[in-house]
């Protein structure tokens, strides 16, 4: 059964940095296979993409809202995927998902993703 644990999350202040962490199990040597990606839900707003790593991790894509603030990157070695988030802004408080596609091309698209994580809460106080 596959599972996916979001996790790394907290209550910082505006300006600090954060690394969350998707820790994987199930896949076995498959996780390889999958796009990887992390969506955010912030209160009363709709699920939205963040950032996508390609399978082998050697393409990336962020939303424009992140660009050069949050980087994602995988490790196939340990099934783990992460999110490094530096100079964090009020407006990227969400809850934080990963999620994982079968897809073959890097999709920002809710629908294409097959599991998904519980979230993590990233909390940024002004």
């Known amino acids: 059964q596959v599972q996916l644990v979001d996790s790394g999350g907290g209550l910082v202040q505006v300006g600090d940095s954060l690394r969350l962490s998707c820790t994987t199990s199930g896949f076995g040597p498959t996780f390889s296979t999958y796009i990887m990606a992390w969506f955010r839900q912030a209160p009363g707003k709709e699920r939205e993409f963040v950032a996508a790593t390609s399978s082998s991790g050697s393409s990336a894509t962020h939303t424009g809202s992140v660009l050069g603030r949050f980087a994602i990157s995988r490790d196939n070695a340990k099934n783990t995927l992460y999110l490094e988030m530096s100079n964090l802004k009020p407006e990227d408080t969400a809850v934080y998902y990963c999620?994982?596609?079968?897809?073959?091309?890097?999709?920002?698209?809710?629908?294409?993703?097959?599991?998904w994580g519980q979230g993590t809460q990233v909390t940024v106080s002004s």
């Open positions: 999620a994982a596609s079968r897809q073959l091309l890097l999709t920002r698209s809710r629908v294409d993703y097959d599991y």
